[in-house]
């Protein structure tokens, strides 16, 4: 079965350090791959997604994640973090593009950046 | 247009009590998903809806929680005799197709008595 590992539970950073938050699945075929973030108080919102193509993805609000196949990685990255990305993180896997398996979660990693 | 939503918001209940939680997906979304958010638990998979197959319902922790779409549109999860440790956040969420991106809804807190 497939799984996501976020090895990472709590990540405490200063405001304008730089952020690195590991995911890593495990599943041999072909893969989408998701970061989900969820705000104090608000929805799950997709942060960026890869599908195919470049493995290197931007997403919202200058972050980015590099696609590593051969590592089975999908590790998220900011240079400078904000107060603002206080939140709680989640890398997300689904085969691709056939099969019945739904999305898969990883447990999620909580941000705290302090001033 | 519209996004998700899910009724009630929040739904405070008596152990051993049934209680239904509905979701409304956007409209044209295929696959629907039901999760449930307990704290420090992360996102827990219940069950999952694609088009006109049968429901993967690995993740339905007991045969208390069943949930049914109807006319591949609104879906209701039903737990029957709540236990206090039901108390936590579902959340549901559809997209396009079973790979595609996922919309959540703003979630149900059910706190069980």
């Known amino acids: 079965a497939q799984s996501v590992s976020q090895h990472n539970h709590h990540v405490i950073l200063s405001e304008a350090a730089s952020l690195e938050l590991g995911c890593n699945y495990s599943y041999g075929g072909t893969v989408n791959l998701f970061w989900y973030v969820q705000y104090p108080g608000q929805h799950l919102q997709l942060l960026l997604k890869y599908f195919s193509g470049d493995p290197l993805v931007k997403g919202i609000k200058g972050f980015e994640a590099e696609f590593i196949k051969s590592k089975f990685s999908f590790n998220l990255r900011k240079p400078s973090v904000q107060w603002s990305d206080t939140a709680e993180y989640f890398c997300a896997v689904i085969s691709s593009p056939s099969g019945n398996t739904p999305l898969v979660f990883g447990k999620g990693t909580r941000l705290s950046v302090i001033a | 247009g519209a996004g998700v939503s899910q009724s009630p918001s929040n739904k405070v209940t008596e152990k051993g009590k049934d209680v239904e939680l509905r979701c409304d997906p956007i409209?044209?979304?295929?696959?629907l998903y039901w999760y449930r958010q307990s704290l420090g638990q992360g996102l827990e998979f219940l069950i999952y809806?694609?088009?006109?197959?049968?429901?993967?319902k690995s993740g339905l922790p007991s045969d208390r929680f069943s949930a049914e779409r109807t006319g591949g549109s609104v879906s209701t999860l039903t737990i029957q005799r709540t236990q206090q440790e039901d108390s936590a956040v579902y959340l549901c969420?559809?997209?396009?197709?079973?790979?595609?991106?996922?919309?959540f809804g703003p979630g149900t807190r059910l706190t069980v008595l």
């Open positions: 969420a559809s997209s396009l197709g079973r790979t595609d991106t996922q919309y």
């Open positions: 809806f694609q088009g006109n197959s049968a429901p993967d």
């Open positions: 409209s044209g979304h295929t696959a």
